[in-house]
């Protein structure tokens, strides 16, 4: 085939040194920004423009009063940010609980999604009757429309006619009365029960993804040394997934602490404290009062925090690679 | 090598296409400048979206017929409504004529989206002397020319089920203390007294406000600036949670009631022997199979002693976008809408009461009930703060009532202090807005 030959020749680079030499340019030269340039658009119109603007617009006075006419909000420069972090005011508090139950939501939904995963996958490893059909049901909630899964979790946590406190004290007959669910302090574990289910299947898949590459004539050996299955999980599978492990957890994590739709299709239009995650928080900031610069000021004040940690854990995780 | 470059381009226009494609979707619904055409987005007044549809079709296809102007509808509903406006105001992707939440009327001003009604508009659609005084003084800030005219009226009543006020020997309440122990009486087994929409932040915002007024407290001072933490107020939140807290005669799984239309449900369907509820709870009412003569209506009772305030002066009122292409058209409109014709159509369905001067209400054939809501709404009615931050004070305030309920429902207690404290922070996020 001659394809990648012609795109190699016809790179940016080699363009390049043949414009300076002055030669004309080559046919089809303009193939590869041609083929690069949607994908370039769409990263700008969806993810770079509406960032800069973010970040713009959290230095504005962007309030109810300004919001038909950007151009005249006034600049304020960090006051949205010294507002946001001001942990003695009302506004500084909410952020400051908010953030702390994120952590809290992220680490027990990653963890045990991880967990699940891990052990679903382990055991689907080996072919058996019937393996197919398990990994086909495990993987339904990821394949569900997010909106109807979570509604449907809404719906099985209503106090009075739900069918998890159907369960729980008509059949199971459970002493007590029926608790709410969705509303004071048992709503952060109905949410994180809900995007436990829904994460997850994810990382089942990835996980299953990684093992299917680890020859099984090692895991013989190793019997054959009188390993057991839990030792050969630790000191085989675990290093050989680690790979899939670096980024796998790094993108559940970022789903996780960003996660608006579980909560906000959960809780409907106010959120208990209890299930206060930072993105509805968010939102709730910037949409209750009309205040989109505070709302972007946050907004910002999110995603450094998020660059922080995920450049940590590379650098991190990169280090140990080296090392190992 | 030829092909393969003919497929790239190919490939290219496909997604060039689908992208500008992308693009295209959501610049419609804004006017066309050439033919007459409107948008108008109209809320939720029907038993369902469906029935707004239903019953204002007629009205829009008479209006086509009078004037040439078509008019493109959509309903939405109330949760929706403000966030809707609020991004048409943000994108300029707007209708050209909509309904406004009445309480909405000063905030929405203050964003400068909205066509105000001068003079020339105010003789466009029939003049500003038409309108009743109470509905007409919602229209905007105090002093300027407001930016949106009534369309329809409402007025909170407190509705009770008349078979088992008899069986249980009471009366309809005239002070609270009458209604409280009324209540009790009523509440037995799985009948409750009252049920209430403790989960929607609107009516606890609107339920904040009558009863502070009852206790003469105001949100806001003369300045505009927000004082929810006066004595007043916090008393009279704190007698409205008792409904749920130490009197107990709501149902603690009304805190998950986020829309009126449930607690009125609850009323028709006999769950509960009271409830409070704009007049337009009749339709729903009626949808539930409960006879008009079942019920009766009082007006909200304040304390022995307090302000008599029952209601605020709640409806509908119809806004135009600055930035519509058919001014003219679109004023046409909303003097369609104002006309003594349509409204004496739309009221009835909608159970409106008029907002027109020297008009009788028509929204029910019940004379009693009817004369009951107009003396609600003409004589024991408060405006909600008409300031920039009105609708501040409904999320905020409506919002912090809502977890009150929640934390009562879910065994917890919540006293006057927490009260206070949770007001102080729905201060400061009004104040850090502001």
């Known amino acids: 085939m001659s394809a990648p030959t012609a795109l190699k020749k016809s790179g940016p680079a080699a363009g390049a040194s043949k414009r300076k030499a002055g030669t004309p340019r080559r046919a089809g030269w303009w193939l590869p920004y041609a083929l690069l340039a949607p994908a370039v658009i769409f990263e700008l119109v969806v993810h770079v423009i509406p960032m800069v603007t973010g970040i713009w617009m959290s230095f504005l006075k962007l309030t109810k009063m300004f919001i038909a006419n950007w151009g005249n909000a006034p600049f304020v420069g960090l006051k949205n940010y010294q507002v946001a972090l001001d942990f003695d005011s009302a506004v500084g508090i909410g952020l400051l609980k908010s953030f702390g139950i994120t952590v809290a939501f992220t680490i027990l939904v990653v963890g045990l999604s991880w967990g699940l995963g891990m052990a679903a996958a382990v055991a689907l490893q080996k072919a058996f009757r019937g393996r197919a059909i398990f990994r086909t049901l495990f993987l339904i909630p990821y394949a569900l429309p997010m909106y109807a899964g979570v509604i449907a979790w809404k719906f099985m946590l209503q106090k009075d006619n739900g069918a998890v406190n159907h369960f729980l004290f008509d059949n199971l007959g459970l002493p007590g009365d029926k608790p709410f669910w969705l509303i004071g302090d048992n709503a952060f574990i109905s949410v994180v029960i809900v995007a436990i289910w829904r994460l997850w299947p994810f990382a089942f898949l990835m996980l299953m993804a990684g093992l299917q590459s680890i020859p099984t004539d090692i895991y013989e050996a190793a019997s054959v040394d009188g390993a057991k299955p839990l030792r050969q999980w630790w000191n085989m599978t675990l290093p050989m997934l680690r790979p899939v492990n670096m980024s796998l957890v790094l993108v559940m994590f970022l789903w996780t602490f960003n996660d608006f739709n579980t909560p906000f299709v959960l809780f409907g239009g106010s959120q208990p404290p209890a299930g206060d995650l930072i993105s509805f928080h968010i939102y709730n900031a910037s949409f209750l009062t009309w205040n989109f610069g505070s709302g972007a000021a946050m907004s910002v004040l999110l995603l450094l925090f998020l660059l922080v940690v995920s450049g940590i854990y590379v650098l991190f995780m990169n280090r140990r690679k080296d090392n190992a | 090598m030829k092909l393969r470059t003919f497929a790239a381009a190919a490939a290219i226009a496909a997604l060039a296409i689908t992208a500008t494609g992308c693009s295209g979707g959501s610049s419609g619904g804004s006017s066309d400048a050439g033919g007459k055409t409107l948008t108008y987005w109209a809320s939720n007044q029907g038993t369902s979206l469906d029935n707004d549809k239903e019953v204002l079709t007629p009205e829009l296809k008479k209006f086509e017929e009078q004037t040439g102007i078509k008019v493109n509808l959509e309903v939405i509903g109330w949760n929706d409504l403000q966030t809707r406006i609020q991004t048409a105001v943000t994108s300029g992707q707007a209708p050209d004529v909509l309904n406004i939440g009445n309480t909405w009327a000063a905030s929405l001003q203050s964003t400068g989206a909205f066509l105000p009604f001068d ?171 409960m006879a008009e003569d079942a019920f009766g209506v009082v007006a909200f009772p304040a304390p022995a002693g307090g302000t008599d305030v029952a209601t605020m002066v709640a409806g509908i009122n119809m806004s135009i976008f600055k930035n519509t292409k058919n001014k003219d058209a679109a004023l046409e409109f909303v003097k369609f809408m104002t006309s003594e014709e349509t409204q004496a159509t739309l009221d009835k369905p909608f159970a409106a009461l008029p907002v027109l001067s020297g008009v009788t209400p028509s929204f029910t054939d019940n004379a009693e009930l009817a004369k009951t809501f107009s003396d609600i709404y003409e004589n024991k009615s408060r405006p909600l703060p008409l300031v920039p931050a009105e609708d501040q004070f409904e999320s905020t305030v409506g919002k912090a009532m809502n977890q009150m309920f929640a934390t009562v429902a879910s065994g917890g207690s919540v006293s006057k202090a927490d009260i206070k404290a949770a007001l102080t922070t729905a201060q400061q996020a009004v104040e850090a807005a502001g």
């Open chain 2, 119 to 289: 003079d020339a508009a105010f003789s466009a659609i029939g003049g500003k002397d038409k309108f009743v005084k109470t509905a007409m003084d919602t229209g905007g800030i105090p002093g300027e020319d407001p930016t949106s005219v009534p369309l329809y009226g409402l007025a909170y009543g407190l509705y009770y089920n008349k078979a088992m006020f008899k069986d249980a020997g009471v009366t309809p309440p005239t002070t609270w203390e009458e209604m409280v122990a009324a209540a009790k009486k009523l509440t037995t087994g799985d009948v409750h007294g009252f049920a209430l929409a403790a989960g929607s932040y609107t009516e606890n915002s609107h339920f904040a406000f009558i009863n502070a007024a009852q206790n003469g407290a105001e949100f806001f001072d003369a300045d505009g600036k927000p004082t929810f933490t006066s004595d007043g107020i916090v008393d009279g939140i704190s007698r409205y949670l008792d409904l749920m807290q130490t009197d107990k005669v709501v149902d603690p799984a009304n805190a998950q009631y986020d829309n009126a239309t449930n607690a009125i449900n609850d009323f028709a369907n006999g769950k509960a022997a009271m409830v409070l509820s704009q007049n337009n709870a009749n339709s729903s009412i009626a949808s539930q199979g």
